[in-house]
T-cell receptor, first 114, second 112 residues
Framework: GAVVSQHPSWVICKSGTSVKIECRSL??????MFWYRQFPKQSLMLMAT?????????EQGVEKDKFLINHASLTLSTLTVTSAHPEDSSFYIC??????????FGPGTRLTVT | GQQLNQSPQSMFIQEGEDVSMNCTSS?????WLWYKQDPGEGPVLLIA?????ELTSNGRLTAQFGITRKDSFLNISASIPSDVGIYFC????????????FGTGTKLQVIP
């Protein structure tokens, strides 16, 4: 149980375009999901908290207008990277909150902006 | 802030050897979490610790919640090639409601 999927697993896009990444909890409902970004050889950095039915909360330094988050249902959160630039190239990982300190992570999405 | 520093940063070990790594913080944590991340994948929870001094095992893995609440340790016994990956400690963000912060990571490589 407690499976989280992400789609796509990797994506290449041109600078200036937008990319949407989906995060789904497959066998449980999650009112809260988290989005992380991980640069090569670095740790996971929390970008934002996605709350079902309400606005996402963003960590300091993360541009809310650039990283649009929509938590439309109890099993789906989406992250849209708008007007992507090469510096946005990274590994984006979502997680779904399933209980006290229980977060189940997706397999990640590798974004490359050319 | 609640920074978690892990050491060593990376290590090469021979298959069959035991491994020890640690995680330290300048802040007190009430929960310690240990994750493993395989290349190109998301982290997977290995062990959760909830009480100072607690020692918890998961197969060949054993983790301890430091008595000062400012550190935690992870040991892997009789390492095997599939132990390769990055090990992260993590703890709840103070006042952060469900959010956790991740340590700097320890990259483990096992030589067959």
């Amino acid at each position: 149980g407690a499976v989280v999927s992400q789609h796509p697993s990797w994506v290449i896009c041109k600078s200036g375009t937008s990319v949407k990444i989906e995060c789904r909890s497959l066998d449980f409902q999650a009112t809260t999901m988290f989005w992380y970004r991980q640069f090569p050889k670095q740790s996971l950095m929390l970008m934002a908290t996605s709350n079902e039915g309400s606005k996402a909360t963003y960590e300091q330094g993360v541009e809310k207008d650039k990283f649009l988050i929509n938590h439309a249902s109890l099993t789906l959160s989406t992250l849209t990277v708008t007007s992507a630039h090469p510096e946005d190239s990274s590994f984006y990982i979502c997680s779904a909150y399933a209980g006290v300190h229980e977060q189940y992570f997706g397999p990640g999405t590798r974004l490359t902006v050319t | 802030g609640q920074q978690l520093n892990q050491s060593p940063q990376s290590m090469f070990i021979q298959e069959g050897e035991d491994v020890s790594m640690n995680c330290t913080s300048s802040s007190i944590f009430n929960t310690w979490l240990w994750y493993k991340q395989d290349p190109g994948e998301g982290p997977v929870l290995l062990i959760a610790l909830y009480k100072a001094g607690e020692l918890t095992s998961n197969g060949r893995l054993t983790a301890q919640f430091g008595i000062t609440r400012k550190d935690s340790f992870l040991n892997i016994s009789a390492s095997i090639p599939s132990d390769v990956g990055i090990y992260f400690c993590a703890g709840p963000v103070l006042g952060g409601y469900q959010k956790v912060t991740f340590g700097t990571g320890t990259k483990l490589q096992v030589i067959p």
